[in-house]
Nanobody
Framework: HVQLVESGGGSVQVGESLRLSCAASGVTYSRYSMGWFRQAPGKEREAVAGVDFDGTRASTDSVKGRFTISRDVANNTLYLQMNNLKPEDSAMYYC??????????????????????WGQGTQVTVS
């Protein structure tokens, strides 16, 4: 039974930082790929960053150099370190897990339909 629980969101000023956490029970990191997505009101859900089962990471262009995805395998926790936050980063942030990643992870990591487990989200507001 996979359960994903996000935390760490909040309201911050432009330029500040936040670290999101995703407590991932029932996930085996050696077999699952993981991702962070976000959705702002009136917009589609978009990929932010992902990490494959072998540790390969990817992120969307708008957050490169500012956001970093990492995982603590021992504690079954996924993180998203967000620095230099901008108003356009405001959104609900979701943790997601794919229990059957393919060898073409780099081609599909940003597609929400590839992930079969989702958390409830944590809100990030930047003003």
């Amino acid at each position: 039974h996979v359960q994903l629980v996000e935390s760490g969101g909040g309201s911050v000023q432009v330029g500040e930082s936040l670290r999101l956490s995703c407590a991932a029970s029932g996930v085996t990191y050696s077999r699952y790929s993981m991702g962070w997505f976000r959705q702002a009101p009136g917009k589609e859900r978009e990929a932010v960053a992902g990490v494959d089962f072998d540790g390969t990471r990817a992120s969307t262009d708008s957050v490169k150099g500012r956001f970093t995805i990492s995982r603590d395998v021992a504690n079954n926790t996924l993180y998203l370190q967000m620095n230099n936050l901008k108003p356009e980063d405001s959104a609900m942030y979701y943790c997601a897990a794919d229990s059957s990643p393919s060898g073409s992870w780099r081609l599909y990591w940003a597609q929400a339909r590839e992930y079969n487990y989702w958390g409830q989200g944590t809100q990030v507001t930047v003003s």
